[in-house]
């Protein structure tokens, strides 16, 4: 369960950010190859997609934890693998990005991210649930 509050804590702060960048703050360096201070409206849309995304990850974390029951646990054993995936391609994406900031930040948040879903989906959450 510490790994799916670390993922969680995570994904809140980068809900905090995208919802900063949905109502104009001027983020944008850090985020959707840092083109434009200010995104424009289609990216702010992806921002607000974003942040549905990251809540639905981190209810698939806990549940893949032990700690709620959502889902099937085959699914969310399966899905976990595929957040894990999602969050390992998005190192070398960010890690191309024309944009320092956006770099030098989310390369090390993708990174965690990516660490802490692999975690739980080996299952390693609900191994400290039992403890």
């Known amino acids: 369960m510490p790994f799916a509050l670390a993922l969680t804590v995570i994904l809140v702060g980068l809900a905090v950010f995208q919802l900063a960048l949905v109502f104009g703050a001027p983020l944008g360096r850090f985020a959707w190859g840092g083109r434009t201070r200010v995104l424009p409206v289609g990216l702010r849309i992806g921002s607000a997609a974003s942040i549905v995304i990251y809540a639905l990850i ?13 889902f099937p646990e085959p699914f969310s054993e399966v ?4 957040v894990f995936s999602y969050f390992v391609l998005g190192i070398p994406l960010n890690a191309i990005s024309r944009s320092k900031p956006e770099r030098y930040t989310m390369v090390p948040v993708s990174i965690a991210l990516a660490v802490l879903s692999f975690l739980i989906a080996m299952g390693y959450g609900a191994l400290a649930l039992a403890i």
């Open 58 to 70: 981190a209810v698939i974390a806990w549940d893949r934890a032990g700690a709620i029951d959502v």
């Open 79 to 82: 899905v976990m693998w595929v």
